[in-house]
Structure formats: structure tokens, C-alpha cells
């Protein structure tokens, strides 16, 4: 079993939907961070929290470290929301992260 | 401010050669990851330098090399390449070795043929 662990793996949207990525993990954290990667590669961090909510434009991130659970929410997606979304954990014993295999997003208009 | 840059962005090579990559990290940080990140998968961590220093090494064999210089660039170093070595490689920066953000480069994409 992986340490850190996405749902959906893949998810399809049309433009204007609410969409929640799920990620849960099994080892002790100091952070977790949301990434964004688009085809060609290149990564986007896009948060990074240790507890509570936050929330940048569209995007908003929760964290339950009680349940070792987190969510990405994208309210009002847009085509170029389309990516791969990556979760990953700082782990609190070698502070290295580790990364779930990621969710891959499709909004169509 | 430029961000992490990392060269080549492509590169095919054969098996049994060797390659090598290059990151630049954001001017201020000290620390460089590597990572290698196989189709379909998530990265996996390979390295992380901190002050020139040798901080962690993920489960990678020893063909795996890496090196940084007093201007907080990287190298990695890829020996005896193996089809299996064919993935995107990415490096990050943060300002610190502990519990700070990480940006991403672009990555180098490794064919091995």
C-alpha cells in the first residue's frame, strides 16, 4: 500500500463544476503540499499546509490531520484547469517527500 | 526572478552510456532535490543537497550520482544507463534543507534506448 494515496485517479468535469481530489496518507507529516503538473512536465506547487483551509482564487486546500486526510477543491473549473494533481507529504521522520501518483483532471467546456 | 531551470529538456541516450543533468535553483535557495518520476507514477526522491552537502539519498542504485556546487547548482549523474532510467527527472529548490516549500523545474525528459 502506498504511504500517500489519491481519489480519484482520473476525473472528467464540465466547465463551471465543483470538483474535490482526495488524498490520505499513513505517515506522520510536518506539511503537505498540492501540486499542479501539466503536460511537458513542469510542476506548480500550489499550497502547502500543515493544518487548517486554504485558499488561493479558485483553489482551496483542507487538511484533517487527526483523520491523516486532505482535499483539493477547484470551484467554477475551467478547461485550463486540465492537469495532473499531485499531493505529497512532508514526512516528519526524514523529512522527504513523498508523493501520491496523482489525479488527472479533464474540464471540458 | 527566474524560476528552477534545469537542462537539457530532452535528451535520448543509448544503454550503457552516461548523462548528466543540470539545475539551477532560485536565486537564494540552498537546497536541491532531484527526483525521477517514471510515466503514470508520482516522483520518487533520489537526492537532496543542502550547502554543498549530501543531505538524504532515496532507494536508487549507485549509478545514481549527484553533486552540488558553491553556487548552489546541481548535477545529477546517470551511469551505465538502463531502459528503466527513462522517466522525467525533476529537480526543486527551497531556501532551507528543513520543512520549507518547494518549486519545481520543468524537468528533464531521459529517453533510454
Known amino acids: 500500500k502506498n504511504e500517500v494515496e489519491q481519489s480519484p485517479q482520473n476525473l472528467t468535469a464540465q466547465e463551471g463544476e465543483f470538483i474535490t481530489i482526495n488524498c490520505s496518507y499513513s505517515v506522520g507529516i510536518s506539511a503537505l503540499h498540492w501540486l499542479q503538473q501539466h503536460p511537458g512536465g513542469g510542476i506548480v506547487s500550489l499550497f502547502m499546509?500543515?493544518?487548517g483551509k486554504k485558499k488561493h482564487g479558485r483553489l482551496i486546500a483542507t487538511i484533517n490531520i487527526q483523520e491523516k486526510h486532505s482535499s483539493l477543491h477547484i470551484t467554477a473549473s475551467h478547461p485550463r484547469d486540465s492537469a495532473v494533481y499531485i499531493c505529497?507529504?512532508?514526512?516528519?521522520?526524514?523529512?522527504?517527500?513523498?508523493f501520491g501518483t496523482g489525479t488527472r483532471l479533464q474540464v471540458f467546456p | 526572478d527566474a524560476g528552477v531551470t534545469q537542462s537539457p529538456t530532452h535528451l535520448i541516450k543509448t544503454r550503457g552510456q552516461q548523462v548528466t543533468l543540470r539545475c539551477s535553483p532560485i536565486s537564494g535557495h540552498k537546497s536541491v532535490s532531484w527526483y525521477q518520476q517514471v510515466l503514470g507514477q508520482g516522483p520518487q526522491f533520489i537526492f537532496q543537497y543542502y550547502e554543498k552537502e549530501e543531505r538524504g539519498r532515496g532507494n536508487f542504485p549507485d549509478r545514481f550520482s549527484a553533486r552540488q556546487f558553491p553556487n548552489y547548482s546541481s548535477e545529477l549523474n546517470v551511469n551505465a544507463l538502463l531502459l528503466g532510467d527513462s522517466a522525467l527527472y525533476l529537480c526543486?529548490?527551497?531556501?532551507?534543507?528543513?520543512?520549507?516549500?518547494?518549486?519545481f523545474g520543468q524537468g528533464t525528459r531521459l529517453t533510454v534506448v
Open positions: 499546509l500543515s493544518s
Open positions: 526543486a529548490s527551497s531556501f532551507s534543507d528543513m520543512n520549507t516549500e518547494a518549486f
Open positions: 505529497a507529504v512532508r514526512s516528519y521522520n526524514t523529512d522527504k517527500l513523498i
